[in-house]
Each structure stands twice: as C-alpha cells, then as structure tokens.
C-alpha cells in the first residue's frame, strides 16, 4: 500500500498507543524514545533515541513499531537510532513525571547534564511525598531505575534515574 | 576535519573499543547472583548490562562503516581476532579485584570518552555523548568502593593492595598504541592513548593514594612517571587463555543454534 495517503498526524496517533514495555502508563511517544517520524517515498522512517543504550527492551519497541505501521497499512518502514540529542530524562513533560509518581516510581529532577550535583538532593517517597528517604540501591531493576526507601512510610520505592 | 584519515584506522579504534566493553561486560556478568551483597550483585548486573550495550553502540559504527553485523562480531569471531586489551579478558578474581579493574576501567572511560565527545568524526562524537552520561552512574560507584574498602578493615586493605598489585600493570594495557593511531591525532579523532593515559594517571593515582592504596607511580616535578611494564597484547591479538576460555562461554550458546531467532 502506498503510504501517501497517511499523514504523519495518523502515524503519531497510531504510535502513541505503544506503551514503554517497563513502564506501562507511558506510551513512547510519551517518553520521548520515539524522536521522530518522517514519510518516505514508498513508507514511513521512525527515528528511535534509547533512553539506556543497553535496554533490552529496543528490539520489543522496533518490532512494536512496526506491527503498529503495520496495522496502517505501512510495511515499508526504516527505523533509526538517534544519539542526537543524547535522550535526557529533562525531556520528558511535568505531566509525564506526574504520571511516574502516580505509578509508584519517583520522577528525575531536571539535571542540566549535571547528575552528580542532582544525585545528592533529596528525593520524595512518591507515596506519602516525605523526602526522609535515603537511597538503598545506586542500581535497580531496570537500567533505568535506582532503589529508595522511605523512613517515614517504611515503604521501598524506584526512582526514574536522572540522565 | 582538520586532516585526513584511514577508515581502517576508525575502524581498528572502534573494534578496540567495543571489544573491550564485550568482555569487561561478560566479566561483571559472572557476578550475577554471586556477589557479596544483593545490592552489589544488582550494581554488577546492571553495569555490565551497560557495558554490553556500549559494545553494540560501537559494533553498530563498525557495521556502518562496512563491518560485519553486531551478533556476528560478538558471537562468531574466533578468541584470535578481537582486540581488547588482556586486562578486560582475566578471570573476575575476587570481589577486590572486580572493583579495582571496574575502577580503573571507568576512569579510562571517562577521560576517552571526554575526549572523544569533542571528535572531529561526529558518529564516534556523538556516540560518546551518550555514553558519557550513562557512565556518570559507573563511575560513582566503583570509585565510592575503592575509597571505602581501601582502608575498611585490615582483610579489605590487604585485598585491595593486592588487587591494585595484580590490575595496575594490566590497567596500562588499555591505553597500548593501535595501528594508525598518529592518522587519527592529526585528524582530531581522538587524542592519542599516550595522552589518555596520562589524564588517566591523574585521575587514579590520587584516589588510590586517598584510599591509601600504594600505586607504582613515582610523582616529580608534578609529573608522573610509571614504575611497571604495562601489560600489552591484546590489541596485537596476542591473547592468554584466559580470552579463549571467555570467549568459548561468551559464544556457547550461540553456537549451538547460530542465527536463530529468539
């Protein structure tokens, strides 16, 4: 099929309904990995910006990609990875932040590319909101994620590595 | 560009560099779920997940450049034809040893990809640029141990003396010269690894020195100067068994079924 009469609106429509395969509530549209999408002669070009370059979770998102371009008709469709900006978690909108917290996981402070500066302020439970929490675990279960406790609500949390 | 040079310059500085960060990753790697503490055993998980993923990035240049694909470079070259360097390649020791080698390690990457995050060969530049910041969370944290285990308890000093006795040497292989290397200087392709390990020796030398670790590095006129022979080959292709017993776990299960589809 002939990729002309599909706007790129219908695309980003459709591309917005993948959620992050770690974080549920996001779409990638959402967190910012899906950068750009540009119509070709004979299909459609998806420029992709990996939040960790070593996320097991790319290929998931490409095949992803392309079973929803697919859906549209599209089969002729070339996907990119960018470093152009390298993805930062500054990219991602307040109300996507929100959406983390409500999910359980503690958004990045904006960090300007200063992340040890960043690392030392305190972080808030995204449960009771204290910021009587200390960090448990530089690393977590995911790439993205460190591990927190709150000593206030005697709750463990993640929290969404600023990057 | 200020001058030029060989693609097969770029091209043995890239194998270089992913080749070192496959194996420094399946190294960490075999710390999966025997680490000392759970805390430290997700650390080493996730660094050398990161690790990998900073080979890939690199393999992938290499692909453009008309390499083989990623998969292919990592799982079917035989143990002769990489070129890390030996350092990345010896057994992971004890948990001393995996903190000093990951120390010194990260510091080399951050001067190399300090460096190289201002490469006048932007894929390279802006490859660096991204793993820069990811390696931010490496850097912290090997070099938070080294200052606590250096002088923890009497046990923990005499290893990690011990570990800096063994990596030292080893750690100077990193930085061993790659064929084309000046070509890639005069272009601004990189600084030169005379000049990363120069930058690199003032990084390490005094946070061992802080963690009261003894370096063999005498300090004069503000200049420092190396009391070992460096441990070199590995970008020679001159390899210990150590790299052929890696590299037949690394690729086992590969081979069982080569390009299958998972």
């Not at chain 1, 996507?96 to 904006?110: D, S, T």
Request: negative net charge; aromatic residues 8%.
């Amino acid at each position: 099929m002939n990729s002309n009469n599909i706007d790129t609106a219908a695309i980003w429509h459709e591309l917005a309904a993948i959620s992050d395969p770690e974080i549920p509530v996001l779409s990638l549209v959402e967190m910012k990995v899906i950068r750009s999408v540009e119509l070709t002669a004979d299909g459609v070009k998806v420029m992709l910006s990996p939040t960790f370059v070593g996320c097991p979770a790319m290929e998931h998102m490409k095949a992803e990609i392309r079973a929803r371009l697919s859906d549209l008709g599209i089969e002729n469709v070339i996907i990119e990875t960018s470093f152009s900006p390298p993805w930062s978690t500054d990219m991602l909108d307040d109300e996507v932040k929100e959406k983390l917290r409500a999910f359980g996981i503690a958004p990045p402070p904006k960090n300007d590319g200063e992340l040890v500066a960043v690392l030392a302020l305190p972080v808030a439970c995204p449960f009771c909101h204290s910021t009587n929490t200390h960090l448990e675990s530089a690393f977590g279960a995911t790439l993205c994620k460190q591990i927190y406790y709150c000593d206030d609500c005697r709750q463990s949390f993640e929290r969404f590595k600023p990057i | 560009m200020t001058a030029a040079f060989s693609q097969e310059a770029v091209k043995t500085f890239l194998l270089a560099l992913a080749d070192d960060e496959l194996m420094l990753g399946h190294r960490d790697s075999e710390w999966t779920g025997h680490a000392p503490v759970l805390e430290e055993d997700i650390a080493l998980s996730n660094i050398a997940q990161d690790e990998l993923g900073h080979s890939l990035v690199w393999y992938t240049l290499l692909q453009q450049l008309g390499g083989n694909d990623p998969d292919a470079m990592a799982f079917e070259r035989p143990w002769k034809e990489f070129t890390c360097c030996r350092f990345v390649t010896y057994p992971k020791g004890d948990f001393a040893y995996t903190v000093v080698r990951q120390y010194l390690f990260d510091e080399a990457e951050q001067v190399r990809l300090r460096a190289l995050a201002h490469s006048s060969y932007l894929p390279i530049k802006e490859a660096a640029a991204k793993i820069l910041r990811e390696e931010a969370y490496h850097i912290l944290h090997s070099k938070s141990l080294v200052e606590r285990l250096g002088d923890a308890t009497e046990e923990s000093h005499r290893r990690m003396q011990a570990a800096v006795d063994a990596a030292f040497p080893q750690a100077l292989g990193m930085f061993e010269q790659i064929e084309g290397e000046d070509g890639l200087k005069a272009a601004g392709v990189f600084p030169g690894n005379s000049e990363l390990q120069l930058q690199w020796l003032h990084q390490v030398v005094p946070v061992l020195s802080g963690a009261t670790l003894r370096v063999p590095v005498t300090e004069a006129n503000g200049s420092l100067a190396v009391r070992v022979a460096p441990d070199t080959g590995g970008r020679r292709k001159d390899h210990s068994e150590h790299l052929r017993q890696l590299v037949d776990d690394l690729q086992a299960v590969y081979r069982i079924a080569p390009g299958a589809r998972w």
